[in-house]
């Protein structure tokens, strides 16, 4: 599994490198959009009679500023997530490494002493090296396992299924971790089970995403209006607080 995750580091790699250089370039086309609106801005509430034209090119240029910064966020999002999945990686190559005696020891939910005596549980223990677990109840489920493991032959044979399973599917399991580490405050919960954790898992909708664009677009519309002495302050003031 180990060559598979070293090939999905370097593909990930490369597809982050991609998208960065593309927000990059997004960055550099916002900000050019931006100074050409502004200086529109400021020719306008100096001769705005005089070059009506200018108003209907601010408000062209506006629009194509929020397509831009709508494509902007989806590029940023997806680098985020590449950066994220090369992060989960990094951690199973600490695991080789040697690095692994810096993670989560789970000695905080044991009380027994023998466990720790015999490193299945705590600094430089099995569960430290294996454990990616993050609320508390999977952090106590493994913990039981390791001290106390099924010995019926069926479910051994059931557990070795789904290993390999997931063995074969790293991009599940990269998937799944990084899930597990997006939801909030993760760690300070006693989950009863992994459903309940993805349930929690909540995403902004496209209902919301397109509000949040449309209402930012209109208060900026405003705004601009505003500075150009189109519209009254109050609307203006209106804007500054929406």
């Not at 801005?41 to 500023?65: G, R, V």
């Not at 549980?121 to 294996?130: A, E, H, R, T, Y």
């Not at 599917?169 to 990084?178: A, C, G, Q, T, W």
């Not at 997006?182 to 397109?210: A, G, P, R, W």
């Amino acid at each position: 599994m180990f060559k598979e995750l070293i090939k999905l580091r370097d593909k990930y790699t490369i597809l982050k490198q991609e998208q960065t250089k593309k927000s990059n370039t997004l960055s550099n086309i916002r900000l050019i959009i931006f100074t050409i609106i502004l200086i529109i801005s400021i020719s306008i509430k100096c001769q705005f009679s005089e070059n009506p034209l200018l108003s209907l090119i601010a408000f062209i240029l506006l629009t194509i500023f929020f397509i831009v910064v709508f494509f902007h966020e989806g590029v940023i999002k997806k680098e985020n997530m590449y950066q994220e999945y090369l992060d989960i990686i990094n951690t199973y190559e600490q695991r080789r490494s040697g690095e692994w005696k810096e993670f989560d020891n789970g000695d905080n939910l044991l009380i027994n002493n023998l466990a720790i005596d015999l490193d299945l549980v705590g600094k430089n223990s099995l569960f430290q090296l294996i454990n990616i677990s993050k609320s508390i109840n999977s952090k106590k489920s493994l913990i039981k396992k390791i001290i106390e493991p099924n010995t019926k032959e069926k479910d051994i044979l059931t557990n070795q299924e789904a290993i390999t399973e997931l063995k074969n599917n790293p991009e599940f399991i990269l998937d799944y971790i990084r899930t597990i580490n997006n939801i909030k405050k993760i760690e300070e919960k006693d989950y009863t089970n992994s459903l309940t954790i993805l349930s929690e898992d909540k995403h902004v909708s496209k209902k919301e995403l397109i509000f949040g664009i449309i209402t930012a677009t209109i208060t900026d519309i405003i705004l601009l209006l505003g500075i150009i002495g189109i519209i009254n302050i109050r609307f203006f003031i209106v804007a500054l607080i929406i």
